[in-house]
């Protein structure tokens, strides 16, 4: 098996159970269910951030979607402050690397091995236009968990090989419908979309969802530099 892709150290909140001898109804009964749990996942993961964990364990409620008929293929307009950069797909690697205590280097192939996730959501543009689109691709919290996120990282940045840069606080980076998508309304994504790899996420503006990402970096803090836009005014958070 590929190195990078071993199974992953993160376990589910069954296995974990079972690990304590504890399982979810008496967890259930005690009354005080996270607090016995939080206990558990002390000991157990000792070096992993409580609330990062406590996210994994505990999706976020996801946004409702469209149906496949509300696509609107034609409304999503292509929208770069640069030229579209030249990646060849074959060479190409995803660097995922910062707070994590497993620093990972994934090509596509490795990528699309992961559980792919479609969703149909309406992206929109501040800049006064927006587009129900679907896309496909794996969860940024299956990338971030794989990694084995540190105690301390608490935002994620993105950069991209046409200089864009961005920068996500933690929530959002593992919310469920936050994806690295490489599929655009059932097609592998076109180069000016993003390809091979961008965000999409039903919880952000438009700007916050950074195409041709080539690396995700875990970190503590913020520098000055947030984003690419933000930098010039926008909003960080740039919640939907
Ligand atoms: N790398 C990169 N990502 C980017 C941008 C960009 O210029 N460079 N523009 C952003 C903006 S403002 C929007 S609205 C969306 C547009 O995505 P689209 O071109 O696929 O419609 O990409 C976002 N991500
Ligand atoms: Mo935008």
Redo the contacts with the bound molecule.
């Keep these: 098996m590929d190195p990078i892709l071993r199974p992953r150290k993160l376990l589910t909140r069954r296995q974990l159970l079972q690990l304590s001898g504890l399982s979810a109804t008496s967890l259930l009964m005690s009354g005080c269910g996270s607090r016995l749990f939080d206990d558990v996942a002390q000991k157990t993961f000792e070096p992993l951030n409580q609330s990062i964990e406590a996210l994994i364990l505990n999706p976020q409620k996801p946004v409702p979607e469209f149906p496949i008929s509300a696509i609107e293929p034609k409304a999503?307009?292509?929208?770069?402050?640069?030229s579209v950069p030249d990646i060849d797909p074959k060479t190409y690697r995803l660097i995922i690397d910062g707070e994590v205590n497993h620093p990972m280097q994934l090509s596509i192939t490795d990528i699309q091995k992961m559980p792919l996730t479609s969703m149909v959501i309406r992206?929109v543009?501040v800049e006064g236009w927006s587009a129900i689109v679907q896309w496909g691709g794996v969860r940024l919290r299956d990338l971030i968990s794989l990694a084995l996120p540190k105690k301390n990282a608490r935002f994620v940045y993105f950069k991209?090989a046409?200089g864009?840069y961005e920068s996500w606080d933690m929530p959002s980076s593992l919310h469920p419908q936050t994806l690295m998508a490489y599929q655009k309304n059932g097609q592998p994504l076109s180069d000016?979309?993003?390809a091979p790899l961008r965000l999409a996420s039903p919880i952000k503006l438009?700007?916050k969802?950074?195409?041709?990402v080539t690396r995700i970096t875990l970190v503590n803090r913020l520098t000055p530099a947030k984003g690419y836009?933000e930098d010039q005014g926008y909003e960080w958070y740039g919640g939907l």
């Design positions: 999503l307009l292509v929208n770069t402050f640069n992206h543009c991209s046409d864009y000016d979309n993003g438009g700007y969802q950074s195409k041709w836009w």
